[in-house]
C-alpha cells in the first residue's frame, strides 16, 4: 500500500450538496492528519487537523478510522467557493515531522 | 504577520544552467521544508531543515540539488545542470517545531 493515497476524482457537485473524500494511509503509528486545501495555482493552505477521532470546522468535518487507516473530509452545504484541490497529509513512516502529500482530490461544484 | 515568501515567483532557464531558488520563512519558525510539485501530484517532499541543519534531504533527487540555510532562517535551494525533467513548481513551507506547516506561494521553474 503507498503511504497516501486518495481518489484524484475530479468531483463534480451541484450548490448545497454533501460530498465526502477518503484517503487511506499505511503508516499504522500516524497520530496526527491534516488536509490542506490547494486552489488552482497557488499554495496549499491547511483546512483542518485531525488527531483523535475527528474533526469538525463548521461545514467541514474530518473523520479518523484507525483500524481501516483512512481519514474523511465530509463538506455539507457546498459552496461554489469550495471548488479546489483537497490534499490528504499523513506523518511518513520513519519520519520525524516529516509528512507525505497525496495527489489530492479535486471538487468542482457546479451552479 | 508577513508568511512564508519566495523568490523568484517565476523562472525559466535553459537546459544545463545552474538556478537558485530562496524561501524566507515565517519569522521564528525553526523548520524549513522543501517541496516539489509537478501538475497534478501532491507536493512532494526535498529536504527539512531544523535550525540551520538539513535534518532529513533524502528526498533530494540527486547530487544536482543542493539547499543550504546558513543562518537558520532564510534557505536557498540550488540547481545544478538543470534538465528538462526539473520544471515543476518548488514550494517552501516553514513551521514551528513539528507544527503546521505554513507554505509560500512557490516559485514555477521551466526549463528549456
Known amino acids: 500500500r503507498k503511504e497516501v493515497e486518495q481518489d484524484p476524482g475530479p468531483f463534480n457537485v451541484p450548490e448545497g450538496a454533501t460530498v465526502a473524500f477518503n484517503c487511506t494511509y499505511s503508516?499504522?503509528?500516524?497520530?496526527?492528519f491534516f488536509w490542506y486545501r490547494q486552489d488552482c495555482r497557488k499554495e496549499p493552505k491547511l483546512l483542518m487537523s485531525?488527531?483523535?477521532s475527528g474533526n469538525e470546522d463548521g461545514r467541514f468535518t474530518a473523520q479518523l478510522n484507525r483500524a481501516s487507516q483512512y481519514i474523511s473530509l465530509l463538506i455539507r452545504d457546498s459552496k461554489l467557493s469550495d471548488s479546489a484541490t483537497y490534499l490528504c497529509?499523513?506523518?511518513?513512516?520513519?519520519?520525524?515531522?516529516?509528512?507525505?502529500f497525496g495527489t489530492g482530490t479535486k471538487l468542482q461544484v457546479i451552479p | 504577520g508577513a508568511g512564508v515568501s519566495q523568490t523568484p515567483s517565476n523562472k525559466v532557464t535553459e537546459k544545463g544552467k545552474y538556478v537558485e531558488l530562496r524561501c524566507d520563512p515565517i519569522?521564528?519558525?525553526?523548520?524549513l521544508y522543501w517541496y516539489r510539485q509537478s501538475l497534478g501530484q501532491g507536493p512532494e517532499f526535498l529536504i527539512y531543515?531544523?535550525?540551520?541543519?538539513?535534518?532529513?534531504d533524502s528526498g533530494l533527487p540527486n547530487d544536482r540539488f543542493f539547499a543550504v540555510r546558513p543562518e537558520g532562517s532564510v534557505s536557498t535551494l540550488k540547481i545544478q545542470r538543470t534538465e528538462r525533467g526539473d520544471s515543476a513548481v518548488y514550494l517552501c513551507?516553514?513551521?514551528?517545531?513539528?507544527?503546521?506547516?505554513?507554505f509560500g506561494p512557490g516559485t514555477r521553474l521551466t526549463v528549456l
Open positions: 519569522s521564528g519558525h525553526t523548520a
Open positions: 513551507a516553514s513551521s514551528s517545531s513539528g507544527g503546521t506547516q505554513y
Open positions: 497529509v499523513v506523518p511518513t513512516r520513519g519520519g520525524y515531522q516529516k509528512v507525505t
Open positions: 531543515f531544523q535550525g540551520t541543519g538539513a535534518a532529513d
Open positions: 503508516n499504522s503509528a500516524s497520530q496526527s
Open positions: 485531525v488527531y483523535s
